[in-house]
């Protein structure tokens, strides 16, 4: 399959060369130049995506690990990414996949139509598209999302939401759930540690409420002495209430050294349970902890009467008290999301996939 096709998100800059249009990082490139993202570049006078058809690799995973927890609970996913990033996290935890710089890392090759046919033979509800950020395989992701509706199955963006207006809303058109990584408050954060800026991811986010009907949730990755402070945190949980209202979930999550930020320490417990308490404290309705083991953080309550709805252990489902239309079976209130009837079943399981192999 050709892993080469024409995009249309780019333009010619006033010196002859081709400006990027799909993030705001608007990489100018000469002819056989790459962007930052390294799978967009200049080939014959126009900006090709180098990775289409190609993947790093195919895995079933629980939704709640994208993490969504109000997208089809317990349900089973097929995951998968390609190769680059348009960002350039220092902390990132999946850089051998995301600063991947050989094509030889994409090693799965599979036509849209095949992921799909493949996600309905496991049984998954959706597909996912995360380990790298999709917005730089936007082409791909796209025709993976048309083929996947065909067949009712649902898809997933994992994502930085770094990405421009014209470009974002063609992205998230194919969309129908969406983790966005709130990678921080401060542009500071963005401009000295991710190489970006908040403001457009702010603005995404807002366009995702405001003028979509994509499930979305919100993750921020907590680092000591970078994003962790009670004022950020505050003021962050501040504008999520503010601007998107008490019922966009929130998930704080725990850093470990990676990349080229081996030097911090992982995120104490402590930290997240803060994290979480300050965004109840704003208001918000449901906030979750991540990358521990901390019951409470899991778990799903009530915001009216403060039951537990949906009691996790790590990945595992234990107690389900909805009702069959979505409502607390305690008091009636219908909680914020998207529930099937009765919950799923895949556990914590995690299931590598072959993708060119018979099912």
Not at 165 to 187: C, E, M, P, R, Y
Request: aromatic share 10%; net charge negative.
């Amino acid at each position: 399959m050709q892993s080469i096709v024409p995009t249309q998100y780019w333009h010619v800059a006033d010196d002859g060369r081709l400006v990027c249009d799909v993030c705001p990082r608007a990489c100018k490139l000469q002819e056989g130049q790459q962007g930052l993202c390294f799978v967009r570049a200049r080939q014959n006078d126009r900006i090709v995506l180098t990775s289409y058809g190609r993947s790093s690799g195919f895995c079933i995973d629980p939704i709640e690990k994208k993490p969504l927890n109000h997208f089809l609970p317990g349900s089973a996913v097929l995951s998968f990414g390609t190769a680059g990033c348009n960002l350039s996290c220092k902390f990132c935890q999946n850089w051998d996949i995301s600063k991947a710089r050989e094509m030889d890392r994409l090693c799965n090759q599979a036509e849209p139509e095949r992921i799909a046919e493949v996600a309905a033979g496991h049984q998954c509800r959706s597909v996912a598209f995360t380990y790298n950020d999709p917005v730089i395989f936007l082409e791909y992701a796209n025709d993976t999302a048309d083929a996947c509706h065909q067949l009712g199955i649902q898809t997933v963006a994992v994502t930085a939401a770094y990405i421009n207006s014209s470009a974002g809303q063609d992205f998230f058109s194919h969309v129908d759930a969406a983790n966005i990584d709130l990678k921080a408050f401060t542009d500071r954060f963005y401009r000295k540690i991710c190489g970006g800026h908040l403001q457009p991811v702010l603005d995404t986010i807002q366009y995702l409420h405001d003028e979509t009907q994509v499930w979305m949730e919100l993750t921020t990755l907590i680092i000591a002495g970078e994003n962790d402070s009670e004022a950020e945190i505050r003021a962050m949980s501040d504008w999520v209430m503010d601007n998107l209202g008490p019922d966009v979930p929130m998930h704080f999550s725990a850093f470990h050294p990676d990349w080229k930020m081996r030097d911090k320490p992982a995120t104490a417990l402590q930290s997240l349970i803060n994290a979480r308490q300050y965004a109840m404290q704003s208001g918000i309705n449901y906030v979750y902890t991540g990358n521990v083991h901390y019951q409470p953080g899991d778990t799903t309550y009530c915001p009216n009467c403060q039951s537990v709805l949906i009691e996790r252990d790590w990945y595992n489902l234990n107690h389900w008290q909805l009702t069959p239309d979505g409502c607390c079976s305690h008091c009636g209130y219908k909680p914020a999301g998207v529930f099937d009837r009765q919950p799923g079943n895949w556990g914590a399981k995690r299931l590598p996939v072959n993708i060119q192999a018979n099912f």
